[in-house]
T-cell receptor
Framework: AQSVTQLDSQVPVFEEAPVELRCNYS??????LFWYVQYPNQGLQLLLK??????LVKGINGFEAEFNKSQTSFHLRKPSVHISDTAEYFC??????????????FGKGTLLTVNP | EPEVTQTPSHQVTQMGQEVILRCVPI?????FYWYRQILGQKVEFLVS????????KSEIFDDQFSVERPDGSNFTLKIRSTKLEDSAMYFC???????????FGSGTRLTVV
């Protein structure tokens, strides 16, 4: 079984400041890692994913995340945020050996609020 | 860009009533999922569907829930007798081969009163 912990439920920042949203996971098997974003009244949009290879992953909208296997972390970063980045961010994992399922396990989400 | 379409966007129903939530997955995808998000809580897996049958379901997905792909394009979630605690946002998702990431719909907010 897998579990995902997002340590911060809310992160307020000022526009153009850097931000880091933290994600730690626990799993008895190897996993793929994902970050999804949910804008108000919208669905879940994939920001980026780590499947294999380089541990630094770049996604859409200037976001990036680094997979750290020893610390079982996958923190999301952006060097300079915009007002439009205000949204809920979800970290998720799925087992690599998922057969046909690749079921996602989500964290509780981090609400990023960017203030002017 | 292909989308997963969910209807309705919001449904209000009385406790004990049956509801059907509808989804049109991406046309060449083979794997289909329902997830739900109770307000303020994490997104939870409900069920996965492949080759016209359930491939995995969570303990949440009890006998009150069923899924169907009635016509090769729609994918539905039925709740037979709704309870107050079924109030949540329900997300449909579909996936092609491999783990390239899901495509989620924009969700149906179900309110049971």
């Amino acid at each position: 079984a897998q579990s995902v912990t997002q340590l911060d439920s809310q992160v307020p920042v000022f526009e153009e400041a850097p931000v880091e949203l933290r994600c730690n996971y626990s799993s008895s098997v190897s996993v793929y890692l994902f970050w999804y974003v949910q804008y108000p009244n919208q669905g879940l949009q994939l920001l980026l994913k780590y499947l294999s290879g380089s541990t630094l992953v770049k996604g859409i909208n200037g976001f990036e995340a680094e997979f750290n296997k020893s610390q079982t972390s996958f923190h999301l970063r952006k060097p300079s945020v915009h007002i439009s980045d205000t949204a809920e961010y979800f970290c998720a994992v799925s087992p690599i050996s998922g057969g046909s399922n690749y079921k996602l396990t989500f964290g509780k989400g981090t609400l990023l609020t960017v203030n002017p | 860009e292909p989308e997963v379409t969910q209807t309705p966007s919001h449904q209000v129903t009385q406790m004990g009533q049956e509801v059907i939530l509808r989804c049109v997955p991406i046309s060449n995808h083979l794997y289909f999922y329902w997830y739900r998000q109770i307000l303020g809580q994490k997104v939870e897996f409900l069920v996965s569907f492949y080759n016209n049958e359930i491939s995995e379901k969570s303990e949440i997905f009890d006998d009150q829930f069923s899924v169907e792909r009635p016509d090769g394009s729609n994918f539905t979630l039925k709740i037979r007798s709704t309870k107050l605690e079924d109030s949540a946002m329900y997300f449909c998702a579909s996936r092609g081969q491999g783990q390239g990431g899901y495509t989620f719909g924009s969700g149906t907010r179900l309110t049971v009163v």
